[in-house]
């Protein structure tokens, strides 16, 4: 999936699809093991921005995946839970991060959390 396209499909997110989004990133963390992975994917993240200089334009693209996520849930009338919304912005923030970085296996990791969407869409 593209950087462009995943923001632009944050923005066309209704609530069924935000709580699925959310149901598949608790899934993900379920165990110390689950933790563990997701700190060395921040870690490998983090390691590719800055050895190719792209922090800035992660940055940007972290804050147009949340953006994004907040116009889903202000044009739906579903009230959708502060802890989903949250839960859901940060992950997109964290995925549009890694595939600014073009770290595969973390973009891999995450893009499954959102798969229940692409696939519907």
């Known amino acids: 999936m593209e950087l462009g396209v995943f923001v632009e499909m944050l ?16 899934a993900s963390h379920q165990t110390a093991a689950d933790e563990v992975a997701a700190w060395e994917d ?3 993240i983090d390691d590719a921005l800055r050895s190719h200089g792209r922090t800035r334009v992660a940055a940007c ?9 907040h116009s889903a849930v202000a044009a739906t009338d579903a009230n959708i839970a502060d802890a989903v919304v949250t839960r859901v912005a940060r992950e997109a923030a964290l995925l549009a991060r890694a595939m600014v970085a073009g770290a595969h296996e973390p973009v891999a990791h995450l893009e499954r959390e959102f798969l229940c969407v692409t696939h519907a869409a």
């Open 42 to 44: 921040l870690m490998r």
């Open 61 to 69: 693209a972290a804050h147009d995946a949340v953006q994004a996520v």
């Open 11 to 26: 923005g066309r997110l209704n609530a069924d699809e935000m709580s699925a989004v959310a149901r598949a990133i608790d």
